[in-house]
């Protein structure tokens, strides 16, 4: 894989998703890089559940860019790419919607899609406790770190946050271009 150029600056392609190419920025080495030096003792399980939990927030920061770009397909805008930063995504469009009530579609997609994964989450935990009688019980023998409940928690928080932390109505968040589309 070649890194890319331009809009896209140093990033390298990941992956591939509804015709939407996903890349992840120079940058987020560091992060990881961030991340791994916070824990106490380095083990393989601080390191696993550590990496793991990185791939479940960027995870749903991709579904909430695939959000916006599966919208904005729909009102005939293409996406040059999804890049993910330490501190988030961006769908870049290469222009911006023709009407604002396109705008605002584009822009609520992603909330819109955190707030989904929050209720499948909440559904998945509820049929898990309901088969096994308790959620406790499921994967007794994985660490804490790594446990069915730790795991079904972070993606709520992950997904809450994201939704409520992109809904602020400040410019270039989607609360802002919500807002401004209302506006106008």
Not at 34 to 53: A, F, G, P, R
Not at 110 to 117: A, D, E, R, T
Not at 152 to 174: E, G, Q, R, V
Request: aromatic share 10%; net charge negative; proline share 5%.
């Amino acid at each position: 894989m070649a890194w890319a150029l331009g809009r896209i600056g140093w990033s390298l392609p990941i992956a591939r998703i509804a015709g939407t190419m996903i890349y992840v920025h120079w940058t987020f080495a560091l992060l990881i890089v961030y991340v791994l030096l916070q824990q106490e003792t380095l083990t393989v399980e601080s390191i696993v559940s550590s990496l793991l939990l990185l791939v479940i927030v960027f995870s749903c920061v991709v579904l909430h860019e695939l959000g916006h770009s599966l919208t904005a397909r729909v009102y005939g805008i293409p996406v040059e790419a999804i890049v993910l930063w330490p501190f988030g995504g961006a769908a870049l469009l290469p222009r911006e919607p023709e009407k604002p009530h396109h705008d605002l579609f584009i822009s609520a997609a992603g909330p819109v899609v955190n707030l989904l994964i929050v209720i499948a989450a909440i559904s998945v935990y509820i049929i898990v406790g309901i088969i096994s009688g308790s959620t406790a019980e499921v994967w007794d023998e994985l660490p804490e770190s790594l446990s069915f409940d730790y795991l079904i928690a972070w993606i709520l928080a992950t997904n809450i946050f994201l939704a409520l932390f992109n809904l602020i109505p400040a410019l270039p968040l989607d609360g802002g271009r919500i807002l401004r589309s209302v506006l106008l």
